[in-house]
């Protein structure tokens, strides 16, 4: 029994049951996304920091001009005038997103991953622009993340392709599944599918930073599949975080999962947005170098590599140019974080700034290497080559070992001449 034997149907439509999840800050590229659709499954793009992402990828300025319209403000710590323009937004959006489905091939999709956690100075209305101009640049698929999303439906309901565009949630528990569904049945708009995130995923987590290892992705999938079945509701559930192999995937296809999502995997392929020498030192790491922290300002528990640089930041705070998270009214704990590192310097010391980093600067610059908890495990997937360092295998040799693997095997990529 392989993955392959098994199809996901969501919103009528047939997929190979394999979901590439977003990857914020273009970990999970254009690129990536596309090899996915083009073999019947689903990729991800990620709309965090998209100006940021668009200025790298069509030369444009998005950044530069936030930046200097507001750089009275670069050594202010009080930033909640610093707002996003909603058009450029919606620019930003659109710019990206038609890029990549324009160039869609095959049978599967393409979902953008829209984290709620994204405040942007002004939570509602920035969410409403990026789902709206989502939609309108042709995305197939939203899937709502980092939140509990509960007004997200109401941001969108007008918007003439509410009932076709398919719309997913990410969930940790059948409680946050249950207060999403509550709104979710008032207004008549259930989600197409629904994944349940367990704690060894990559980025941030659902769970506490001190007893995530008490939670398991096997449990809360099937208390998923129960409360669906005890509410009537016939929902394709994709269990997503730790899923690392062919058999794995097959076996959460037999027990009902609908699909599967994974992402580390594919974070060392060569369509993966992080720079070559960060993919091998993905590859290098041990179980010891992955830790949960709260370094993140989100104020979610996030999974990082501890050699991760972000993790030694003391940097000015970006806001000017970036602040996609500051809450409403500009606050971010990074600022606070900074601003009190400052005070408490003494002289002639170098300055630390404890406990937070500045996450915007951070994904932005590749510098903070978040990865789920079986990264340790990525060199099983690849050959070292005779230079010493991990070949790096295409999305596809990836996707295909998923789709027809058994027995717990890795197909390896064909090897490299270096
Ligand atoms: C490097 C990395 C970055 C991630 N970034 C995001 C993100 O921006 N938004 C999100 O909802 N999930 C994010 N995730 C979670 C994945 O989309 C996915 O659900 C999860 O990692 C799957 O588990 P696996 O990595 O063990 O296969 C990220 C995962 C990784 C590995």
């Known amino acids: 029994m392989n993955v392959d034997n098994f199809r996901l149907q969501i919103g009528g439509k047939e997929y190979v049951p394999i979901i590439i999840g977003g990857m914020g800050v273009n970990i999970s590229t254009t690129e990536l996304a596309l090899a996915a659709a083009k073999l019947g499954g689903i ?59 324009s160039q869609k091939t095959g049978s599967g999709d393409i979902f953008l991953n829209c984290m709620e956690k994204l405040t942007m100075n002004s939570g509602i209305e ?25 007004r997200t439906l109401d941001l969108i309901q007008d918007h003439p392709r509410f009932r076709d565009v398919k719309i997913g949630i990410i969930i940790s528990s059948v409680r946050a599944l249950a207060i999403f569904l509550k709104r979710a049945v008032r207004l008549n708009r259930l989600p197409e599918y629904i994944i349940v995130e367990g704690p ?84 290098n790491a041990k179980e010891e170098d992955i830790v949960v922290n709260m370094a993140s300002t989100t104020g979610y528990p996030m999974r990082m590599l501890t050699s991760s640089p972000t993790l030694r930041y003391a940097i000015r705070p970006n806001c000017e140019g970036l602040g996609y998270l500051l809450e409403n009214g500009g606050k971010c704990s990074y600022i606070d974080a900074y601003y009190a590192a400052i005070a408490e310097r003494e002289a002639g ?48 040799d990836i996707f295909l070992d998923y789709q027809f693997s058994t027995d717990q095997a890795i197909r390896l990529p064909k090897p490299e001449v270096t």
């Open 43 to 101: 990729g991800h793009i990620s709309d965090a920091i998209v100006s940021y992402v668009c200025d790298r990828i069509f030369n444009t300025t998005f950044v530069s001009r936030k930046r200097k319209k507001y750089a009275q403000f670069s050594n202010n710590p009080d930033k909640s005038a610093v707002l996003f323009d909603l058009e450029e937004v919606a620019a930003a959006q659109k710019k990206y997103i038609e890029y990549t489905i």
């Open 126 to 150: 920035t969410l409403k622009v990026r789902l709206t101009a989502a939609m309108d640049a042709g995305i197939d698929g939203l899937t709502l993340a980092a939140g509990l999303n509960l």
């Open 200 to 283: 060894l995923a990559g980025g941030h987590l659902g769970f506490g930073a001190n007893d995530w290892h008490t939670f398991d992705l096997k449990t809360i999938f099937t208390e998923v599949l129960a409360f669906l079945k005890k509410e009537g509701l016939n929902i394709p559930v994709i269990p997503a975080g730790g899923i690392f192999t062919g058999t794995d995937a097959a076996d959460y296809l037999q027990l009902g999962a609908g699909g599967v999502q994974v992402a580390t995997r594919f974070t060392i392929s060569k369509e993966a947005g992080l720079p070559a020498e960060v993919k091998q030192n993905y590859l």
């Open 349 to 396: 010391q170098p300055l630390a700034v404890k406990e937070k980093t500045c996450l915007c600067t951070g994904m932005a610059n590749y510098d903070c290497w978040t990865c789920g908890h079986t990264t340790y495990r990525l060199k099983e997937t690849t050959n070292m080559l005779a230079n010493g360092k991990w070949q790096l295998p295409t999305a596809e």
